[in-house]
């Protein structure tokens, strides 16, 4: 069974830093594409950041390129999201996706945690 648990969300200041872990069990993510979306209420997942399975290539969503950067350590098979100068429009609760795949403007997930909180105050 497939289990992505992240670590790492609470509350902060705008201005401040978090960094989320996400620890994969029951799935080898070095075979995978992992990312990280995030939902806020009444809302559909949206799209954050993904890493190609050798973290070589990385992809975000516009609004937070240049503050937030995704990384893996595929011996440990973790996944990490670094989040500096973060504001108050990035609270949301922050979910691990494993199986990322976009074509022609959509996107799928084969796997997904089941959430972590990330509350920036102003």
């Known amino acids: 069974q497939v289990q992505l648990g992240e670590s790492g969300g609470g509350l902060v200041q705008a201005g401040g830093s978090l960094r989320l872990s996400c620890a994969a069990s029951?799935?080898?993510?070095?075979?995978?594409?992992m990312g990280w979306f995030r939902q806020t209420p009444g809302k559909d997942p949206e799209f954050v950041a993904a890493?190609?399975?050798?973290?070589?290539?990385?992809y975000y969503r516009d609004s937070v390129k240049g503050r937030f950067t995704i990384s893996r350590d595929n011996a440990k098979n973790m996944v990490f999201l670094q989040m500096n100068s973060l504001k108050p429009e990035d609270t949301a609760v922050y979910f691990c996706?494993?199986?990322?795949?976009?074509?022609?403007?959509?996107?799928?997930?084969?796997?997904w945690g089941k959430g972590i909180l990330v509350t920036v105050s102003s």
């Open positions: 890493s190609s399975r050798n973290g070589g290539t990385t």
């Open positions: 029951g799935l080898t993510i070095s075979g995978y594409s």
């Open positions: 996706a494993g199986g990322v795949r976009a074509w022609g403007g959509t996107m799928s997930v084969d796997y």
